[in-house]
């Protein structure tokens, strides 16, 4: 089994930034890709970007530009760097770990969802 710990969000302004980083606990479970996902109020849940374990990337169209999102396999952790941030961008934002256990079944993990608001 994987926990996931996620840190960063909080309360910005807009055009400031934030970065939330995402812990996963050790495991004999191997992590895959990661990425981040987030939810507004009366929306659903909708990807922000994803990263492999050989750092390829994937980001929706309209954070591209304005997300980085990057890793340490070393630390199981995933960060989001986000700036230029628009009121907008409101939202819970999620760590996902798509994990392989040892016997290959594949397994997906979500974080707790810390909230990040950005005020205009």
């Known amino acids: 089994q994987v926990q996931l710990v996620e840190s960063g969000g909080g309360l910005v302004q807009a055009g400031g930034s934030l970065r939330l980083s995402c812990a996963a606990s050790p495991s004999i479970f191997r992590i895959n890709t990661m990425g981040w996902y987030r939810q507004a109020p009366g929306k659903q849940r909708e990807l922000v970007a994803t990263?492999?374990?050989?750092?390829?990337?994937n980001y929706a169209d309209h954070v591209k530009g304005q997300f980085t999102i990057f890793r340490d396999n070393a630390k199981n952790t995933v960060y989001l760097q986000m700036n230029s941030l628009k009121p907008e961008d409101t939202a819970l934002y999620y760590c996902?770990?798509?994990?392989?256990?040892?016997?290959?079944?594949?397994?997906?993990?979500w974080g707790q969802g810390p909230q990040v608001t950005v005020s205009s």
């Open positions: 996902n770990a798509a994990v392989l256990s040892p016997d290959w079944r594949q397994f997906d993990y």
């Open positions: 990263i492999t374990s050989r750092d390829s990337t």
